[in-house]
């Protein structure tokens, strides 16, 4: 585990060709900005699928109405990004560990390394990431979050760190961090 935070952080993060890489962190702590910005391979990422149904919805449908389409197009998506092989970066909203522990499996099974990007960041910086971006999560759902990313970093820290399964590597970063880093590259 590379514990990147209030420290210098590398201008590339670099994989092996092939492997997939799970950023993962709070809603707000720039998960797809970091993907965005950086990624140097496909990536599959659950927002860009709520985008595309929200363009064809009328704008009074509320997401929660159509969130299980958004989710099984997403994972159904995900599914074919695995099996085409080749490097792969996933937007992990972390509540779901059996998400993880399915990359893991897909990875080890293709001989390929899954590894991990947490972006650590505090709450209060994860509501203002949401604020800025027009689109709050519920209480309920960033408690939610907040518990999971809570669990996943005390994993990552802990005596047992890899007993998360299947990790090959995990990097753990802030938000200021995040800003700093310019490629996630796969060679």
Do not use: N
């Amino acid at each position: 585990m590379h514990d990147l935070r209030r420290g210098a952080v590398p201008a590339a993060l670099r994989y092996p060709a092939g492997d997939l890489v799970v950023v993962s962190g709070l809603p707000g702590s720039g998960k797809s900005t970091l993907i965005k910005r950086c990624a140097g391979a496909p990536v599959v990422d659950s927002q860009r699928t709520r985008r595309r149904y929200q363009d064809r919805l009328p704008g009074w449908v509320p997401y929660a109405l159509y969130r299980p389409l958004v989710r099984l197009s997403h994972y159904r998506g995900l599914r074919r990004a695995l099996l085409a092989g080749g490097p792969l970066v996933v937007h992990d909203c972390g509540t779901l560990p059996w998400v993880r522990s399915w990359l893991a499996r897909s990875a080890a099974r293709q001989g390929r390394g899954l590894h991990l990007i947490l972006l650590d960041a505090s709450a209060a910086e994860a509501r203002q990431g949401q604020r800025a971006r027009g689109r709050t999560v519920s209480a309920y759902a960033f408690a939610r979050h907040r518990r999971a990313t809570a669990d996943l970093r005390s994993r990552l820290t802990g005596a047992a760190a890899f007993a998360l399964g299947g990790l090959a590597s995990a990097v753990l970063l802030d938000r200021p961090g995040a800003l700093e880093l310019r490629t996630i590259e796969f060679r």
